[in-house]
């Protein structure tokens, strides 16, 4: 690290750790002040459409987001939020996008903002719809590869890693290492819950940088019928748990067919705010397995609801005091698919470079291949030809929405299957979403070319033409 990112970093962590004592002097009084500040010295990384929309949050202290802005800011433990400000404003979004954006020029390919990563196959639940295997058939990389991903990663520019599995907290130690040996970049692990303690909790808060998200969908019934029984009692209590230890943690919800009434009801997303939830993401249930089921994939019926619902739940004036959003139904703002680095890809228990965390194929393994490299791989190069791929992004998914453009991909460039628990062929993943996806495109498209939407640009995907 040269002294200039050192002294850029040094001068970050001092503004951030004066806005926050500043703004606890009188939140509601010094917002407007502080957003003054940020369009100061950090100006050029708000979009421009956003600002008029941040000052009147600002401005009205009744304001979904500024009543939001308050809590996140007094409720939240003080090195959480100075280790994840520098992390992810200083480092990720300041210094790392320079850096990526510059390298994606150089070299022709896509470069991720974003990284997952499985450290383990291994789970303790056995959840409907989900791969993961036993304790007994686990596969996990060690802890010196995911050493070197991240050292690779951060040589591109890219500061901010997500755990998924399998249940990563298996490897907490580990995860927990890492975050301490980066504290340049913002973590994050998805999590059934169980085993999250106090202990993890001590953990989190003296290195600052690593945030959760709870897998929890509905009620009770709802959840325990897909997770196993007993499963939303311990989410629940973790979450106690992680708001009395001032924590930053959200939720992480797959909506299916079954479950979305309970999953958007006003009484589920009322509790997970008052539990401490500071972010919830939503992502439609994938068949993707040899035991998937399609019959959970969310009708278009539902997905429609889904789209008028997120946006309903965001409004500023009568939504909800958490940070919400789709990766299906919100592909309008990231201009369609994002995998296979245009703004992350996901590395699984056996090193295989995937795309999507929901793509299981691959052309490259970290053992055999360097980042680079994979990125320039066939695979990944069809993905970076071809995106978006679809001018309606309400249909952007080349699995569920466009399964033709899938199985074009993955016979062009001859990735294989790297499912572990057994293989599944890229057409009989793409049968499981043929129906979904040729009821959806008459719906999606009256929904699209019915709606205004903005011209999407931002800083940290690669803008596509």
């Avoid at 002040?33 to 010295?41: F, T």
């Avoid at 690779?152 to 755990?163: A, D, I, N, W």
């Avoid at 997770?227 to 001032?246: F, H, P, S």
Wanted: proline share 4%; hydrophobic share 35%; net charge negative.
């Amino acid at each position: 690290m040269d002294i200039r990112t050192k002294l850029t970093e040094a001068a970050g962590e001092r503004l951030i750790s004066g806005l926050l004592k500043y703004i606890e002097k009188d939140p509601d009084r010094n917002m407007v002040n502080i957003l003054d500040a940020v369009e100061k010295y950090a100006g050029r990384l708000i979009p421009e459409r956003l600002k008029p929309g941040l000052r009147r949050g600002a401005e009205d202290p009744t304001n979904v987001y500024h009543r939001y802005i308050v809590d996140l800011f007094t409720g939240l433990d003080r090195n959480v939020l100075v280790s994840m400000g520098r992390a992810l404003g200083v480092d990720a979004a300041y210094l790392g996008t320079k850096t990526l954006r510059a390298n994606r020029a150089k070299y022709d390919c896509n470069i991720p903002w974003l990284i997952l990563m499985d450290p383990t196959s291994a789970c303790n639940l056995r959840c409907t719809g989900c791969w993961a295997a036993d304790y007994n058939k686990a596969q996990n990389l060690t802890l010196d590869e995911m050493r070197d991903v991240i050292r690779q990663c951060k040589e591109l520019g890219t500061h901010v890693f997500m755990f998924t599995g399998g249940e990563p907290l298996i490897r907490k130690d580990d995860i927990l290492t890492l975050c301490e040996e980066n504290r340049d970049c913002a973590f994050l692990a998805f999590t059934n819950a169980t085993l999250i303690d106090q202990a993890l909790c001590d953990r989190m808060l003296k290195t600052g940088n690593l945030a959760l998200a709870l897998s929890i969908e509905g009620t009770k019934q709802s959840n325990d019928e897909r997770r196993g029984e007993g499963a939303y009692d311990k989410t629940v209590g973790a979450m106690e748990l992680l708001k009395k230890n001032r924590l930053l943690y959200g939720i992480s919800v797959c909506y299916t067919r079954e479950n979305d009434e309970f999953v958007t009801s006003d009484e589920f997303l009322d509790k997970m705010i008052d539990a401490g939830a500071m972010f919830a993401m939503y992502f439609n249930y994938m068949p993707v397995g040899k035991n998937a089921t399609a019959d959970l994939i969310p009708t278009p019926e539902q997905r429609a609801y889904m789209y008028k619902w997120i946006r309903k739940v965001r409004d500023p004036h009568t939504g909800k005091k958490i940070f919400l959003f789709d990766f299906q139904d919100d592909g309008e703002y990231v201009g369609g698919c994002i995998a296979a680095g245009r703004n992350y890809f996901h590395i699984n228990s056996a090193g295989d470079i995937e795309p999507c965390v929901f793509i299981h194929f691959a052309d490259a393994n970290i053992r055999t291949d360097t980042i680079l490299e994979a990125l320039k791989k066939p695979l990944f190069t069809a993905y970076y030809r071809g995106q978006p791929f679809n001018d309606n992004h309400l249909r952007p998914c080349p699995m569920l929405e466009n399964p033709h453009l899938l199985r074009k991909m993955i016979a062009d460039t001859g990735a294989r299957s790297t499912d572990f628990i057994a293989e599944e062929s890229v057409d009989e993943l793409c049968r499981k979403c043929d129906s979904f996806a040729y009821e959806w495109a008459p719906v999606a498209d009256d929904i699209w070319n019915s709606t205004v939407h903005k011209k999407t640009t931002t800083r940290y995907y690669r803008d596509t033409h």
